[in-house]
């Protein structure tokens, strides 16, 4: 899957239901792959502050390789910082590599001003 791994920013509200689509740059057949994607403080570091396991990633079209990571309210809001890095990683037996990657930044929820009566 070819992609520049550092250009990619991610973002989204603390407390969101989201949902990240990739689409690699040269079609990529994933039919088969096992992918992770995770979430740390600083590229390729541990310890990982969040993983997505393979079963919850949806894949749009395995022959295209895209597909879909989706976060939960409960997983973004225990994202305390403003900032994290996060990957896609390959981790088919004998085929463990990182697709992708980049930066992810959080936005702290914006609140509606309660009516005034």
């Known amino acids: 899957m070819a992609t520049n791994v550092n250009t990619q920013v991610l973002s989204f ?19 088969g792959w096992t992918l992770a994607f995770t979430i740390s403080d600083y590229p390729q570091q541990t310890p990982v502050v969040l993983t997505v396991a393979d079963g919850s990633i ?8 895209t597909f879909t990571v989706p976060l939960t ?12 890095v996060f990957d896609i990683w390959r981790i088919n037996s004998g085929s463990y590599e990182r697709l992708a990657g980049g930066k992810l930044s959080i936005d702290p929820p914006e609140f509606l001003p309660v009516p005034q009566v």
């Open 58 to 65: 949806t894949r749009v079209s395995a022959s295209a390789g």
């Open 73 to 84: 309210r409960d997983q973004t809001s225990a994202l305390t910082n403003s900032g994290y």
């Open 13 to 31: 509200y603390r407390g969101a239901d989201v949902n990240f689509n990739f689409t690699p740059v040269t079609a990529t057949d994933i039919t």
